[in-house]
């Protein structure tokens, strides 16, 4: 076969793009027949082999899913991805079956690794590899130490050093703002009340009853330990209320809280959608690095968003509460919360929780009925936006009137005694976790 050239114009992955840019030759291009940079068809089997030979494995066994396996041709038109119609996988694929005499011994004997026979699967070797280091940083903090665990810390700093720059498929940030102005402006938090008398004084002293509880009485939640109190809320109230597995019954607060200053807030429901598309020829450090860090997030994502039974979690939130300590004592990220998905109930776009750390969840007190004077003069206002966080805005009370077993919680709110359409019904749908009713 007569030496081919490809120019940059052929090939659609990016990485590969740009490395015959900067190291091609200039030379007629085999297959757009221009004059400009190029490399030849040997040099980019090899990029290809390299990148097969790591991250593929031929498979011989009924084991996998059509769609994960790869001829030879497919798989390297994946790959290089040619533009137009041309034959450069074709090409690629005859130097290698040529130029690489390894052999891979199948169900019936020996074949040369890019014999037409063949099917190529991911290794998942990543996979396993952040299998692995997520087991070891759980194993670290659930069975060691909670809190000597340096090598923990240094998983940590090393997934979270560059998540500002981070973004999702759909170029959205990772770390958004929340605040005056801002999409995410309002929260809500909801609190049972064991009678009328209890909702009536939750509501009187909303600023305080549905706060964040002082510190003796906080318990330990997914996002938090035993002692340090943190406002969990939701984007909306039947996340809200949903989020306190009330029973059948029972009375339940939920209050609107104002973000009054400009804070920051980590979603990691966003982290299902990184980026991680990254040219699989990018064989550098910085960018196998950078495609483990993005399978770590995706697995922490998993495990945030994952029902816990309630005699499990003391155990199980270990992991998510030393993350959530890592963030709200790392002072580079300045980072006042994590928006996480609702275990609770089904998935739709404001049904996510919203978790403020310790410094970020104080509620303003509620001046309104308190003397702004003292004689003439007058009393400093109580609102204190360096330390205040929140304030409240109004409350509601519901009564859950029914809860379908795996399926739906109806609830009747009260509003405003007073008015018409102070009664309303409304149901909100639950995720299928096996509640008890
Ligand atoms: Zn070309």
Redesign the pocket.
Known sequence: MDEKY??S??VGDKFLKGHIRKYGEKKQ?S??E?NIKTISIETLADLVHEVISEEYKPYDSAFYDEDEMYSVDELISELVRPIGRTNIAEDVKCTLESNIIEEWDGENGPVNLYDDNISYVNNDADDKYVFELWRKFTRIIQQKSRFFADENIKILDSVFRDIKRYKTNTHKNIIVSAGPGEEIEILYRARIAHNEDEAKNMQRNADKELAAPPSKYARAGRMNASGIPVFYAARNCETALAEVRPPVGSLVVVGEFRIIRKIHLLDITKFSELHDTDSKFDRSEPAKKRRIIVRFLKKMYRTISMPVLPSDEERSYIPTQFIAEYLANNKGMNIDGVIFKSSQIKDAPDNKNVVLFHSSSKVAENTEDKPKYIGRVRLQDRFDVRKDCLKFVKSNVHRITCIHVFSRMEFISIFDESSDDAIRQLSVLLRDNGRSV
Request: proline share 0%; aromatic share 12%.
């Open positions: 490809v120019c114009s052929c291009c297959y757009c221009r």
